[in-house]
């Protein structure tokens, strides 16, 4: 059954230089953080982290599983999409430590752009529109028919989806400045326009992308290829939800938390004022 489909290894340049410039400049930030910041190491689940997002990106991007996608099935191109979106965007940015980071930052422009490009709004904005336009019809007929443009798309659903999990994730304190129930906000709404996306796929009850080649033994309709990719696509949504309910516990420890120094200070106080009177009181 799986030799009907192609094992034709893609020529992908796009993903190459992506994949290879993000490893360069980890590595020289990770030189240069612990040189510079000796005091904060970087824990070895990082470096693991961020190598296995980039060996599973390779795997995706690199290999005749893009091709499959490409042209075979939508459901693998959709799987494709999904685990780089809520699998490898976020181990890279959690393989990445505050001190690696920073080292990277001063190069000149890169803290302004890195500002600009991570504020919630902007983040979610470039991540929705990019997916959503790319999956229009004629733009994904246009991606499917030239190699290049369909590596230029997948590589530009990764970078974005880096960025749009920066607000919830990222590990710079002062590039990520949301309080917990505006990040749960933001996990709520960004991603509802996918989800709807997904929806459409599922219940359109037509094939929008008409020229998959699906291999005649799977038997498989058109639309019920879409469906399935329809259906793996509301995976981040249920992703969204899982980040939001540790959100909601650390709300409430941080108002307890608060409350609780609100009462010790307000005891102080007290002990202090009946410590007042009864000096004043023996006068």
Known sequence: MFNDLSLTWPWNPVA????LLLCLLYLVGLWQARRRYPHE???PWRVTGFFSAIALSAFLLLTPVETIARTQLFSVHMAQAVLLMTVCAPLMIGGCPAALLRTL???????EITRL????LIAS???NLTFLLWHTPRLFDMAQRNEMLYHTMMVSILATSLLNWWPLIGTLPELRRMSYPMQMLYAFFDGQPVDIFALVLVFTGVSLYPHYVIPPQWELPLFSDQAVG????LIP???DLLVMSPLFFLWLGQIEKHTRLADERRQAEMEAEEEYEDEYEIQ
């Open 105 to 111: 930052l001063e190069i000149p422009g890169i803290r």
């Open 125 to 127: 904005l470039l991540f």
């Open 41 to 43: 190491p970087v824990k």
């Open 117 to 120: 490009l991570t504020r919630p």
């Open 237 to 239: 949504g249920l992703v």
């Open 16 to 19: 190459q230089v992506f994949l």
């Open 230 to 233: 329809g259906a793996l696509l």
